[in-house]
């Protein structure tokens, strides 16, 4: 009769067989994820609502729509960054249609909840793949997100603004959802200011 393998051998053999799998996990989340970005992208176009989410369109709405004007700029600002019309476009219509005050304040609150509704769909899709990654620069970036999340994602949204590939990366970090908000409600202070002030550029940056 044969011994039964020591705890040891059985644990070793089992964190070999889990690696794998966990890796495949990881590589089928971030599929899912691509898969589904790809697919909304696509049928924005085959829709038309990309091309009809433009600055000019966006702008008679909420002229036309008075007070539930806000709450459908607010929708089609979530979904515009889903399907990747650029975001600065809803800026761009929210101070023409409420003046510079109130426009930058509908910006600044359309864009907080869009890329939180970017963010919350890939999360939901993919989950948190890039945070169990062990390669060193992926660890590296991953390990700084740790020790600052909110000046991190603050100085990632100066640089790049509404870009949605960042709202995609950080949603499949370790990074908490409360530290996304408040480092994306930060880094965009500076952006839309600058969108909303110097709203002539802008116009012909997107037209």
């Not at 644990?11 to 790809?38: C, D, F, M, Q, Y």
């Not at 700084?144 to 909110?150: E, K, Q």
């Not at 000046?151 to 509404?162: C, T």
């Amino acid at each position: 009769m044969s011994d039964p393998a020591p705890a040891s051998e059985s644990t070793t053999e089992t964190s070999e067989t889990s690696e794998p799998n966990n890796g495949r996990r990881k590589l089928l989340r971030i599929v899912a994820v691509v898969v589904a970005l790809v697919a909304l992208f696509v049928i924005g176009h085959l829709t038309g609502a990309t091309e009809h989410l433009t600055r000019d369109k966006i702008q008679a709405f909420m002229e036309g729509a008075g007070a539930v004007g806000f709450l459908g700029f607010l929708l089609i600002f979530a979904i515009g960054e889903l399907v990747h019309v650029p975001g600065m476009v809803f800026v761009a219509a929210a101070v023409l249609a409420y003046g510079q005050v109130l426009g930058f304040a509908a910006g600044y609150v359309g864009a907080i909840l869009a890329t939180l509704v970017s963010f919350l769909v890939v999360r939901l899709i993919g989950g948190q793949p890039l945070a169990e990654i062990k390669r060193p620069l992926i660890k590296k970036i991953m390990d700084r997100l740790d020790d600052r999340p909110i000046l991190v994602i603050a100085a990632l949204r100066i640089i790049f603004w509404l870009l949605p590939a960042i709202n995609y990366a950080l949603a499949m970090s370790n990074v908490k959802t409360r530290d996304y908000v408040l480092g994306t409600a930060l880094g965009l202070i500076g952006p839309i200011a600058f969108a909303t002030f110097f709203i002539d550029q802008l116009l012909e940056w997107t037209s």
